[in-house]
């Protein structure tokens, strides 16, 4: 059984770093690009990064650029994503995922095994 685990969420201040890691189970996706993706209450769910399953190639959310960092380790099969410079605009749950079908790296759509998310406050 396929599964994704995100931890690392909690409540911070603005300004105040997070990093939240996405732990894979039950199958290997070393070949496979993974996705950051965020949820605030009210609003659909967003891009916010995304990692070839080599590393190389990175996007981010323009809202996001400069101050995330998203990173992978293969042989753990896990992603994580460096939150730093933390704003109130980013309070919303993080789900991780990976992508199984489409060209782009910014549509739900193209991925697959969400993970349950978890919870990132940012207090201003």
């Known amino acids: 059984q396929v599964q994704l685990v995100e931890s690392g969420g909690g409540l911070v201040q603005a300004g105040e770093s997070l990093r939240l890691s996405c732990a894979a189970s039950?199958?290997?996706?070393?070949?496979?690009?993974m996705g950051w993706f965020r949820q605030a209450p009210g609003k659909e769910r967003e891009f916010v990064a995304a990692i070839s399953w080599s590393g190389t190639n990175t996007n981010y959310a323009d809202s996001v650029k400069g101050r995330f960092t998203i990173s992978r380790d293969n042989a753990k099969n896990a992603a994580n994503l460096q939150m730093n410079s933390l704003k109130a605009e980013d309070t919303a749950v993080y789900y991780c995922?990976?992508?199984?079908?489409?060209?782009?790296?910014?549509?739900?759509?193209?991925?697959?095994?969400w993970g349950q998310g978890t919870q990132v406050s940012v207090s201003s």
């Open positions: 039950g199958r290997t996706f070393s070949m496979k690009t």
């Open positions: 995922a990976v992508k199984v079908s489409g060209s782009s790296v910014y549509v739900t759509t193209n991925y697959a095994y």
